[in-house]
């Protein structure tokens, strides 16, 4: 979001129109949902509930927003059309919090609140930062005096009554993925699920491709239908296969048919290879460009806070379709050639054309020994006609050669940050012990 403001007012945002990145409107930004947080944190911003056409509010979540300024929401294009339907622990900011009353903290200050800032912080996270106040008039048709203060500074929203789930996660939130989910694994299944519950859609997926098979198929199996396939369309098409395979057929062909169409096809088209080769294990959604992209545009997808360092060592070179599986595949362009050339460079002039591509049937060893031999941590996956179909990273490989079980191995706690190991210890009213 580097062309955004740093600090956005939400009457100013509210019915903004959304546009894709071919320019086309998707809706009108009506709301704000956000997570309000305990002991006075800045509460975190979810997502917009956008009205599209037939004046239907959808979500939108923030790590889909790419830009916010005078005028206009941008989005990445991908925007799942289902009815918003809020959930525990989520707050729309305009229907709940507007013409609220509150009160300043070190202050007699009281007022009512009519607008709030939202500021994104340098975790890329954006968050309530401010909050209008108007104070009552002694005057007859008279407005009283306005004031703006930072969220720290303000009473009257934060939910501190509020136990179970909105305390632990609060503890836990600045953990990792890889982290947290050691954390979840050691509670009570029905802890597990309540946590599982409160987790936003983006983070539960993250947190799931961190647990073992069990505790996936039985946190995703306390989800309704319609928040799994949520879920799973959060998560990477090829962690989200290994899932699903693990379901019973028809739950996994019903979870299918809730996800979005371009998002279940993919993972139909990893299900269909077999377990431990390459088609088995890769991802669909490398970093795929034209030969007259940019070096600046290459680097602008590698730089996304969401791609792996993995994936993001790599980009591939194709012709169009850039959709797997891609037209012919040209060759792959390495992260350190591109930072090495200037930002108008095209892509096509750097590409690496003497890296031979896996191919989907090949072996565990096969791929273990083609990212061995050529010193990388990612490699493509092409089909007979040189289509690029996916990418295998180093970490997908791992996931196989290691261990079912390595995820529980005792050694593993020694490397768990402070606050997880502090985390594991929580009293049993943080907890949730039954």
């Known amino acids: ?30 709301d704000l949902v956000i997570l309000l947080r305990p002991g006075g944190r800045r509460p975190r911003v979810l997502g917009l509930v956008v009205e599209v056409l037939g004046r ?135 802890r597990r699920g309540e946590v599982a519950a409160a987790l936003a859609d983006e983070r539960l997926a993250d947190v799931l491709e961190e647990l073992p098979e069990e505790d996936q198929v039985e946190i995703l199996g306390q989800l309704d239908d319609e928040r799994a396939a949520d879920v799973l369309e959060e998560m990477s098409p090829d962690d989200a296969a290994d899932l699903i395979a693990e379901l019973p057929p028809e739950t996994a062909e019903a979870l299918l048919a809730l996800m979005e169409p371009d998002e279940a096809e993919d993972v139909r088209r990893l299900l269909s290879y077999e377990d431990r080769t390459a088609g088995g294990m890769m991802t669909t959604e490398p970093i795929i460009l034209p030969p007259d992209a940019t070096v600046a545009e290459a680097l602008a997808h590698v730089r996304q806070a969401e791609v792996t360092p993995s994936l993001a060592a790599l980009v591939y070179v194709t012709r169009p379709p850039l959709e797997p599986p891609t037209g012919r595949m040209i060759g792959v362009a390495h992260i350190q050639r591109l930072l090495r050339e200037p930002p108008s460079t095209l892509v096509g002039s750097v590409v690496d054309e003497g890296v031979t591509a896996l191919k989907v049937g090949d072996t565990l060893e096969d791929v273990a020994r083609h990212l061995a031999t050529y010193n990388l941590v990612a490699a493509a996956v092409t089909d007979d006609n040189n289509r690029l179909l996916g990418a295998v990273t180093v970490d997908d490989l791992l996931d196989h050669l290691l261990p079912e079980n390595w995820r529980d191995h005792d050694s593993a706690e020694s490397r768990l940050p402070t606050a997880a190991r502090a985390a594991r210890s929580l009293p049993g009213r943080l907890r949730g012990q039954a």
């Open 1 to 30: 979001m580097t062309t955004s403001p740093s600090r956005v007012f939400v009457g100013r945002l509210t019915g903004l129109q959304v546009f894709d990145p071919a320019g086309d409107q998707v809706g009108r930004v009506r």
């Open 56 to 190: 239907r509010n959808v979500f939108l979540p923030m790590t889909r927003v790419t830009s916010i300024d005078s005028g206009q929401v941008i989005t990445t294009g991908v925007v799942n059309m289902r009815r918003f339907e809020q959930r525990a622990g989520e707050t729309r900011v305009v229907a709940e919090m507007l013409d609220r009353k509150a009160s300043a903290r070190h202050s007699d200050l009281q007022g009512t609140v009519f607008d709030l800032a939202i500021e994104q912080e340098r975790s890329r996270d954006w968050v309530i930062s401010r909050v209008a106040l108007q104070e009552g008039s002694k005057r007859f048709g008279r407005k009283g005096q306005t004031h703006v203060l930072e969220w720290e500074d303000i009473d009257g929203f934060t939910p501190e009554e509020a136990q179970g789930a909105t305390h632990l996660l609060a503890a836990l939130e600045e953990m990792k993925a890889a982290d947290l989910a050691h954390v979840i694994h050691d509670l009570p299944a029905k």
